[in-house]
């Protein structure tokens, strides 16, 4: 610690920090454009100057732009010198020369960080008053709007977009004050992470192009915390409303999870909840829609029920609460995972490795500083796209630690780092079947079959610890590779294993846990992080349930009658002709889903379960970590939680236990009483009846607006506001003034901070943990009784008139509920079959030409991709994609063709 002097008060700070950070960790209100937390220092918008003096004696002092001075103990510095004041208002006049004097109608308004600081330094009018520059904007794709002429030039889209994001396509043209921050022509983005311009960007240049469309100021959403529901990662979100309709989506900041960012398919996913193809009125198909209503069909759905044996099948994709509620109406022995069946035994495998292995998962911060990371059969850009966002942060550790501390220049100083670490990267290994987009990154990649993968992972856990199995018959290069691979882990100080179930091999995930372990063995601080298929597909796994395939039997072979089917769609979890068989096997189908697709049109009893803004529930992410999401707003007693459809069908059926439940409460302590294993969710938010000073938290900011009028045309009395009896949040601007459990901040603000740049007020110190500690509740740790896997594969071998069809995933596509995004519908590629050059040359197949082939019977035709790298006898075929009919992936593939295969030597590149 130091101990600093502002305007002659002694503070104590951490050392080494920039004078920035400390003051605003401090609370002072200290203006500046440039730096961000997470990217660092640049000094490029001279906003943020203070008076810094020699000693208690020097009375003049000198102007420092505090983001480019380190903390000294007994630093001496003034924010309020008139000098010091004058200047800062004297740069935000020039920043301001060319901006055009359009808050009014600027989709930034309310929520701008120019706007914030203007008002800081004093800058109330400008004496500019000559022609100012202006530019012509660019179509930047379905995520973001272009509006250069707001532009200040503090260099923070380019830096994010390049430098921490690994972007390609953006950024700046021209020179001094006529500097352009966009594409060389116009076009798409190509980055995953293109949205978190919205955010970064401190005026209006890049914005939410979805909030446009249905726009509304920041103080007029009612907004909740909520948690990203499109991968298995858990990214913390605040999610915004407004008139009855989803708005936004924006960061809400976890110091362990997700930190400032997130992907453009968690930011611009939220549309399904707004799609044409929502179900909002219960059916019963037995009745006309006017006849049903909800009672009508709990009623309905509750006799069904009782009448012969009822399975239920639940969902990752669903809540913690629904899926327990479903399996205590059903019973243990009748619940069922809606998996498929690779699915379910790879995240089986993947919750016993983190539950009995010797390794932690780290957490998304944690891998920030892995400085060795190797890679096994996981595309995470694709899969767990800030995974990867997380480890193009990691490659810098090693030349951070070694050559940035040995020059002793703070880590902060981001533009002197880069110039002194260049294109130095530290050790990243990737073994995979196709390339993805991390491989620029890498030290080494290696394209082979996953069970080649697994091979040369159990050789590398070989080389680190005897006790894992020898690999025999592996050849010199492969051997040599994992030798590398090894001595880069070895030397590591936090070497980091990354796989997941996305290439479906158990193998793959089995070598993954024996490197880890290997390395613990020779006590090392090693991590591994293993992607799981959906959002909660951790806490389905742990919630236990049999296979897929077993509730098919059940009704096919008679010992079902009735199923319940928990917001899943059955036939992106199994084949067509085998859902179908099951479907029109079932005496009555009851549905739970909040958008129709191929399952709910076969329901004989459907009711409209509320999607993630409209529901409060428990996700558990891929490390074990609990989370909670809250209801946004409140909507039409027809739309619920599916936990609370389940549990009224349980309360009219007279079920002893489900009847003595009064709320949600009470189902998460049910679930922490039969689960031990899940008790922590009763601490991942507080319950319903907390109150800070008997008051609630307030989903609205106190300059909400138009509340008496929104309801007009209905009455125009202001009716008494809906009350959340599943939580402490209100859905009114009334209540607690001040900060919340960081689990339940609804929405950034602060006196003066209107833009997200308030986060800073809600930190401990700037850039770390939100006081009161990070969201979430971690739910496993190894207990370090699993061995070594002894299950080393033989060498793959193609198949003569087959193709081993892998799978391969895409950010925008493979992922059900983002699909009905409009915006994300853009980025959506056509389907396709990615093969071997040689093999496509083989068989007299150019680039786009169909392929013909069947999986158990499904007859697919795509067009051809060709690719250099997936091996020979292998294919891939997109996982999720609309219009490619569901297959339980790896398979062997029936070629509908004559072809004679000779085996080609793998090879590593």
């Known amino acids: 610690m130091a101990t600093i002097y502002i305007d002659n008060k002694p503070y104590e700070v951490k050392a080494g920090k920039n004078l920035l950070e400390a003051c605003l960790t401090l609370g002072k209100d200290l203006p500046y454009f440039c730096w961000h937390p997470a990217m660092g220092s640049i000094g490029a918008c001279r906003q943020c100057a203070v008076k810094v003096y020699k000693d208690e004696n020097d009375t003049k002092g000198k102007l420092f732009m505090s983001c480019m001075e380190q903390v000294r103990d ?13 200047f800062r208002a004297h740069i935000i006049g020039w920043l301001m020369t060319n901006h055009p004097h359009d808050c009014a109608v600027c989709d930034e308004g309310g929520s701008c960080h120019l706007q914030d600081m203007t008002v800081m330094t004093g800058h109330n009018y400008r004496a500019y008053t000559f022609q100012k520059r202006t530019y012509r904007n660019q179509y930047l794709g379905p995520f973001l709007n272009h509006e250069m002429n707001r532009c200040i030039q503090c260099y923070r889209c380019v830096r994010y977009y390049k430098d921490y994001a690994g972007g390609k396509d953006l950024d700046v043209f021209a020179a001094h004050n006529h500097l352009y921050f966009g594409r060389a022509e116009d076009g798409v983005l190509e980055s995953e992470f293109s949205g978190n311009l919205a955010e970064v960007c401190p005026t209006g240049v890049f914005t939410d192009k979805t909030l446009k469309q249905h726009y509304t100021r920041k103080w007029d959403l009612t907004s909740a915390p909520s948690v990203c529901h499109h991968c298995s990662l858990g990214c913390n979100t605040i999610a915004g409303e407004r008139y009855g309709t989803l708005r936004n989506i924006t960061n809400r900041y976890n110091g362990e999870v997700n930190g400032y960012f997130l992907c453009d398919r968690g930011r611009f996913g939220y549309e399904f909840v707004n799609s044409a193809g929502r179900v ?17 069909a709990l009623k ?50 993947a919750l016993h490795i983190l539950r009995d292995g010797a390794t932690r998962t780290p957490s998304l911060r944690e891998v920030e500083k892995a400085d060795a990371v190797f890679i096994l059969g996981e595309d995470v850009t694709n899969t767990a796209p800030m995974l990867a966002l997380a480890v193009r942060q990691s490659v810098r550790q090693e030349p951070l630690l070694e050559e940035v501390s040995k020059a002793k220049i703070p880590v902060w100083q981001d533009a002197a780092v880069r110039e002194l670490v260049q294109s130095e990267k530290g050790p990243l290994f990737i073994a995979h079947y196709t390339p993805t987009k991390l491989d620029e990154l890498a030290t080494h990649t290696f394209f082979d079959s996953p069970d080649a993968i697994a091979r040369l992972g159990f050789a590398v856990a070989n080389l680190i610890h005897e006790g894992s199995p020898d690999v025999r018959g592996i050849s010199e290069e492969d051997q040599a590779l994992a030798q590398r691979i090894a001595d880069a882990l070895m030397k590591a100080k936090n070497p980091l294993i990354i796989s997941g179930t996305s290439s479906g091999s158990e193998r793959v995930l089995k070598a993954s846990a024996n490197i880890a372990h290997a390395l613990v063995a020779r006590e090392k601080a090693a991590g591994i992080t293993l992607v799981m298929p959906e959002c909660n597909s951790m806490g389905l796994a742990m919630l236990g349930g049999h296979k897929l395939e077993s509730a098919f039997e059940a009704v096919l072979n008679g010992y079902a009658d009735n199923v319940i089917i928990l917001e899943n769609d059955l036939y992106r979890r199994a084949g067509a002709s085998m859902v179908e068989r099951f479907l029109d096997s079932c005496k009555q189908v009851i ?44 909507v039409p007693e027809e739309i619920q939680e599916s936990w609370h459809w389940i549990a009224e069908m349980g309360t009219i059926m007279a079920d002893e236990e489900i009847s003595s439940w009064h709320g949600y409460d009470d189902i998460v302590k049910a679930i922490a009483k039969d689960y031990p294993q899940l008790e922590g969710i009763t601490k991942t938010a507080p319950p319903s009846d907390f109150r800070i000073a008997g008051q609630r938290i307030p989903r609205e900011p106190h300059r909400f607006s138009g509340r008496t009028s929104m309801l007009a045309k209905i009455n125009v009395s202001e009716p008494k506001p809906a009350e959340d009896p599943d939580s402490a949040l209100s859905y009114t601007m009334e209540g607690y003034r001040g900060q919340p459990p960081s689990s339940m901040i609804p929405f950034f603000w602060s006196p003066g901070w209107n833009s997200n740049q308030s986060t800073n007020k809600y930190q401990e110190e700037v850039g770390g943990h939100l006081k009161g500690g990070d969201p979430g509740v971690r739910l496993l740790a190894p207990a370090g009784t699993l061995p070594f896997s002894e299950a080393v594969p033989q060498k793959f071998v193609p198949l003569e008139g087959h193709l081993y069809m892998l799978p391969l995933h895409h950010t925008f596509g493979s992922e059900e509920l983002s699909n009905q995004s409009a915006s994300i519908r853009e980025r959506i590629p056509e389907p396709y ?77």
């Open 591 to 634: 549905v739970l889903d909040h958008l129709h697709n191929a399952t709910t049109e076969k329901a004989a009893i459907l009711l409209p379960a509320a999607p993630f803004s409209e529901a409060d529930g428990t996700l558990i992410n891929n490390e074990g970590r609990a989370q909670r999401f809250f209801q946004v707003h409140p």
């Open 280 to 296: 909002r009125k219960p059916l019963v198909r037995s009745q006309l829609p006017e006849a049903t209503d909800k009672y009508t």
């Open 300 to 349: 309905t759905a509750a006799s069904t029920i009782k009448v012969g044996r009822t399975i239920g099948i639940g969902s990752p994709r669903a809540s913690l609460e629904s899926n327990y509620v479903l399996k205590k109406l059903v019973g243990e022995d009748n619940f069922y995972h809606g998996v498929s069946d690779v699915d379910h035994d790879l995240v089986e495998m």
């Open 833 to 909: 079959v990615a093969i071997n050059a040689d093999d496509a040359l083989r068989i007299k197949l150019d680039e786009g030409q169909l392929l013909s082939f069947s999986i158990e019977g499904q007859i697919y035709q795509l067009p051809v991709r060709l690719s250099q790298t997936i091996p020979s006898g292998t294919a891939g075929m997109p996982n999720g994609l609309p219009g490619v009919p569901f297959a339980e992936l790896p398979a062997w593939a029936i070629l509908n063709r004559d072809i004679k295969w000779k085996q080609q030597p793998q090879t590593t590149y």
């Open 74 to 86: 007994g630093m001496r510095i003034s924010i309020a010198d008139l000098e010091a004041k004058e």
